[in-house]
C-alpha cells in the first residue's frame, strides 16, 4: 500500500483473516485491476466515515469499482459468509461455542436520508424511516438483521426475521425481549412455528427515568456500537438489503478489531 493509511484501513492480520473468505477472480475477460484489500479498506471508511459513494478520496480506488464489488460481494453473499465466519471465532476466543443458545431481541428506529423505498412512520417513536430489527447473541454479536419500515409492527417485522433466519440457529432456545412482543397468541405462534421460547423482560414497577434493564442491556449495547460507524446515524440506503449489508460491514469492522487488538502490526 503506497498511500497513507487510515484509521479504518484493514491491519497486515486482520486482511490475513478475512482474505481467503474474498472471491477469486473469475477466469476469462478482463483481468482484475484493484487488489481486494484496498477494495475492502475503501469499503470499511466508507461505513467508518459516510458520505456518498462519489466522495471516496482519491488515493483509495475508483468510487465505481468499490460499489461493484460491494453490491457484487452483497449478492454473492460474501459480508454475511465473513461476518458469520468471525462471529463464531470471537464466541470461541471468549470461552463459548460457536452456536449460541440464547439470545436477545429489539428494533431500532432509524430516520432515512434522501430516496428509499421500504419507509414508513414510527408512531411510538415518531420517526419517519426504516426499523432496524435485530437478534444477538449474548455477547451482543450479531445473529440476524432484518431492515423494514419503520410503519410496521415489532411483532411483524419479528415474524419476518424469525423465519428468515430461525433455520440458521440451530441452538437458540431462547430469547428475551421488550413488551412489545408480548401477547399469548404471538409467543405461542413463535413457539410453534421456530420452537423458539420468548421471554419478555420488564422494566420495574413504577420505574422512572434511565436504568440498566437485565438482558436487554445487551442489545442496547449493540446499538450503540452502530452509532461509532457514520454510515449508519442514519439509513442512507435505497435498499433495506443494502443497509442490512452495511450492518453487517460494521460488525465485521467491529469484530476483526476485537480478535487482533493484541497482535496488531499495522
Not at 90 to 119: F, H, L, M, N, Y
Not at 196 to 205: G, I, S
Request: some cysteine; glycine content about 8%.
Amino acid at each position: 500500500m503506497s498511500r497513507c493509511a487510515y484509521d479504518s484501513d484493514l491491519s497486515d492480520v486482520e486482511w490475513q483473516k478475512i482474505s481467503p473468505l474474498i472471491p477469486k477472480a473469475k477466469p476469462g475477460g478482463r483481468p482484475r485491476t484493484q487488489e481486494p484489500r484496498e477494495i475492502a479498506n475503501a469499503v470499511f471508511y466508507m461505513v467508518k466515515v459516510g458520505g456518498p459513494w462519489r466522495l471516496l478520496p482519491h488515493d483509495l480506488p475508483k468510487w465505481q469499482t468499490v460499489y461493484y464489488y460491494f453490491r457484487h460481494w452483497e449478492t454473492d453473499g460474501t459480508w454475511e459468509r465473513i461476518h458469520d465466519l468471525l462471529r463464531a471465532e470471537v464466541r470461541i476466543k471468549a470461552g463459548r461455542k460457536v452456536e449460541p443458545s440464547a439470545g436477545i431481541a429489539d428494533t431500532q428506529s432509524v430516520k432515512t436520508a434522501g430516496s428509499a423505498i421500504e419507509v414508513g412512520f414510527d408512531g411510538g417513536k415518531l420517526v419517519k424511516g426504516r426499523k432496524r430489527h435485530i437478534v444477538v447473541d449474548t455477547l451482543g454479536l450479531l445473529l440476524g438483521v432484518f431492515v423494514h419500515s419503520a410503519g410496521r409492527s415489532d411483532q411483524a417485522g419479528f415474524k419476518l426475521l424469525l423465519q428468515w433466519f430461525a433455520d440458521f440457529w440451530p441452538r437458540l432456545q431462547l430469547l428475551w425481549v421488550d413488551s412489545s412482543y408480548r401477547g399469548a397468541d404471538f409467543i405461542k405462534w413463535v413457539q410453534q412455528t421456530t420452537g423458539l421460547t420468548l421471554q419478555p423482560v420488564k422494566r420495574k414497577e413504577g420505574q422512572k427515568g434511565f436504568e440498566v434493564i437485565p438482558r436487554r442491556w445487551l442489545v442496547e449495547r449493540t446499538f450503540s456500537w452502530f452509532n461509532h460507524y457514520r454510515r449508519l446515524s442514519k439509513d442512507y440506503e435505497f435498499l433495506p438489503t443494502t443497509s442490512e449489508t452495511m450492518i453487517y460491514v460494521a460488525m465485521t469492522r467491529l469484530m476483526l478489531r476485537r480478535l487482533t487488538r493484541k497482535v496488531q502490526v499495522a
